[in-house]
């Protein structure tokens, strides 16, 4: 079943481009807030508390590689969520291709990370509960995915060719 309107976060579109145009502004907003935070881990930052993403890391060695990771993987969300905005407007569907890939794998890693989270920490009731709202935070990406996909699915049947026979 193809979605015909979106919402965000923050408001509700009548129409699954808005929609996707409003899902790049978030997970742009979001990578933003991650490479802000990833930062000031890497200066020396509290990542003490369990259900942060650098929690097992040490400051010294294995946080750097993280990090440089995470600050890597968020670039390339910032400049997929560009491309996205670009093929949104311009009708063209191989642009929205990379933010799709990259948003997929996102989410697979916060499930992962949730339930790395609750298997590690599962002594600790409090794990369940954030457990609990990192998986909500993935079911919001899966929606921002279903309505991006939506757009790709439009713009993919606007794009198909007509082919009429003329002879039997």
């Keep these: 079943m193809t979605m015909t309107r979106c919402w965000s976060p923050w408001y509700y579109y009548d129409d ?3 929609g996707s145009l ?10 933003i807030f991650s490479i802000t935070y990833v930062s000031y881990c890497l200066d020396g930052g509290d990542s003490s508390q369990f259900f942060l993403p650098l929690f ?15 600050i890597f993987f968020y670039l390339v969300y910032i400049v997929s969520s560009i491309l996205m905005v670009r093929g949104v ?3 063209h569907r191989g ?3 990379p933010w799709l890939i990259q948003n997929l794998l996102y989410i697979l ?3 992962a990370f949730a339930i790395w989270l609750q298997a590690s ?5 409090l794990s369940v509960l954030w457990c609990l709202i ?5 079911a919001v990406h899966i929606y921002m995915h279903r309505c991006v996909r939506a757009h790709y699915d439009v713009i993919k049947d606007m794009n198909a060719a007509d082919i009429l026979q003329i002879y039997d």
């Design 95 to 97: 642009l929205m291709l």
């Design 121 to 125: 920490y599962y002594h600790n009731l």
């Design 89 to 91: 407007l311009n009708y």
């Design 134 to 138: 990192w998986l909500i935070f993935a």
């Design 56 to 70: 097992e890391t040490d400051v010294h060695t294995t946080m750097k590689s993280a990090g440089g990771f995470m």
């Design 109 to 111: 890693a916060i499930i």
């Design 16 to 18: 699954v481009k808005s």
């Design 22 to 31: 409003a899902c790049a502004a978030t997970t742009s907003f979001f990578s």
